[in-house]
């Protein structure tokens, strides 16, 4: 990254399509990126680390940072709530380092609205069959969360024409070097381009969805 100008960039996808792997390894693999570390009420995970994966918080600290106007975006999601912190961002890129952003839609929707400068990035799966699949194997969630998560993915996958690259993550070493593309020089293969959602998303007989 030696001599790139420090960006911002926004990555979403809906849970289980892997944007926090490729934002991590996109961080690990290259100078002078970092992955903003996000505030939540929700409780830790086995494994997770306060401060690395996440801050944790209770809700009073978290609706006080919301008055206080410490956000850059929140949102509420799987009933907890979710925030970037505006301060270390900030502060981040004035240093010259760029960040990547771990958010949902309605986090990037927020933060290009303060902040029309940053780069968005939608990670798609190969297709919901697979994406729950994917979600079936990390073994972090009860079936009934899966559930609504795949339900959701539909709803979340439909807001993919507001960003600015749609990447399709079948492969990981590929979509980590297109994610790659977009940091270094502001582009990117749209991988995406012609991604057709009544297609990605056909009924299935038993009313849920299918990839």
Do not use: C
């Amino acid at each position: 990254m030696t001599g790139s100008p420090a960006r911002l960039v926004i990555v979403s996808a809906p849970s289980g399509a892997g944007k926090t792997s490729l934002a991590r390894a996109l961080a690990e693999s290259t100078a002078d990126v970092g992955v903003s570390v996000s505030h939540t009420t929700r409780p830790a995970r086995d494994g997770e680390r306060d401060g690395m994966d996440y801050f944790f918080v209770s809700r009073a600290v978290f609706e006080r940072m919301i008055r206080a106007g410490e956000f850059l975006e929140h949102a509420h999601v799987f009933d907890h709530l979710y925030g970037t912190a505006r301060t270390p961002v900030e502060a981040a890129l004035a240093a010259g380092q760029s960040i990547l952003l771990d958010i949902d839609w309605q986090g990037a929707r927020k933060v290009r609205a303060v902040m029309p400068e940053a780069l968005s990035v939608f990670i798609l799966p190969p297709s919901l069959d697979d994406l729950e699949q994917r979600l079936v194997d990390r073994g972090q969630d009860t079936s009934e969360v899966i559930r609504r998560r795949m339900l959701d993915a539909a709803s979340e996958i439909g807001h993919y024409p507001e960003f600015d690259y749609v990447l399709v993550n079948q492969d990981f070493r590929t979509a980590l070097e297109e994610l790659r593309g977009v940091l270094q020089a502001g582009r990117a293969p749209r991988s995406g381009e012609g991604f057709d959602p009544a297609v990605f998303l056909r009924p299935k007989k038993n009313g849920t969805l299918e990839g």
